[in-house]
């Protein structure tokens, strides 16, 4: 069975630019979550969705948004980027919503 | 508010020995579960292990063993016989409760070297 997949692999920016990341669960997982990772430091989550629903969101501003769309593959959004954002950006899907987390290979986001 | 502490920054061990990398918790829930992912330098998080906070006895998935001590907060993860290709950075992870949510914590790793 296929993995979770991230898109794109990598991606550079520009402040103030939008940027949206796109993920596919593992086939038969209903929940997404998503993390923040810079460099030097482990993971920070920053939202997870379960059937379609937010069940979780992590301390990022509201600039950083997300969905989960029907087939459960998931977006995050992330507005008027700094160069703060710049991280490597991981999705991670579950078939419960606290059931172990399988990790995609990741965004890497650079802001200049 | 639940926090992962991973003391090592770097760790070298040689090939075919074993080797610990450290983790204590901190949490007031009852139950939680304890995890430990690799992450080579490619990106991807690989998971490894897991222990629940009722688990009575110590995980083990091939190679690696996650000693688990409730009492001292700590889940440390044992290597057995590594392997060059073991070189990789270590995440322990906390999940908080089995309620409502489910979203990791994670320490700030530990970066294995392991020399031929």
């Known amino acids: 069975d296929a993995g979770v997949t991230q898109s794109p692999t990598h991606l550079i920016k520009t402040r103030g630019q939008h940027v949206t990341l796109r993920c596919s669960p593992i086939?038969?997982?209903?929940?997404v979550s998503w993390y923040q990772q810079v460099l030097g430091q482990g993971p920070q989550f920053i939202f997870q969705?379960?059937?379609?629903?937010?069940?979780g969101r992590g301390n990022f501003p509201d600039r950083f948004s997300a969905r989960q769309f029907p087939n459960y593959s998931s977006e995050l959004n992330v507005n008027a980027l700094l160069l703060g954002d710049s991280a490597l950006y991981l999705c991670?899907?579950?078939?419960?919503?606290?059931?172990?987390?399988?990790f995609g290979p990741g965004t890497r986001l650079t802001v200049l | 508010a639940q926090k992962i502490t991973q003391t090592q920054p770097g760790m070298f061990v040689q090939e075919k020995e074993a080797v610990t990398l450290d983790c204590t918790y901190d949490?007031?829930?009852?139950?939680?579960?304890l995890f430990w992912y690799k992450q080579p330098s490619s990106g991807e998080m690989i998971f490894l292990i897991y222990?629940?906070?009722?688990?009575?006895q110590n995980a083990t998935e091939g190679r690696y063993s996650l000693n688990f001590q409730k009492a001292r907060k700590s889940a440390n993860l044992v290597i057995s016989a590594s392997q060059l290709g073991d070189s990789a950075m270590y995440f322990c992870?906390?999940?908080?409760?089995?309620?409502?949510?489910?979203?990791?914590?994670f320490g700030k790793g530990t970066k294995l070297s392991v020399k031929p």
């Open positions: 991670a899907s579950t078939t419960l919503l606290a059931g172990t987390q399988y």
């Open positions: 086939s038969g997982h209903k929940s």
């Open positions: 969705y379960y059937e379609k629903e937010e069940r």
């Open positions: 949490t007031s829930d009852q139950s939680y579960g």
């Open positions: 222990q629940g906070s009722y688990d009575e």
């Open positions: 992870a906390m999940r908080e409760g089995r309620g409502s949510q489910g979203n990791l914590i």
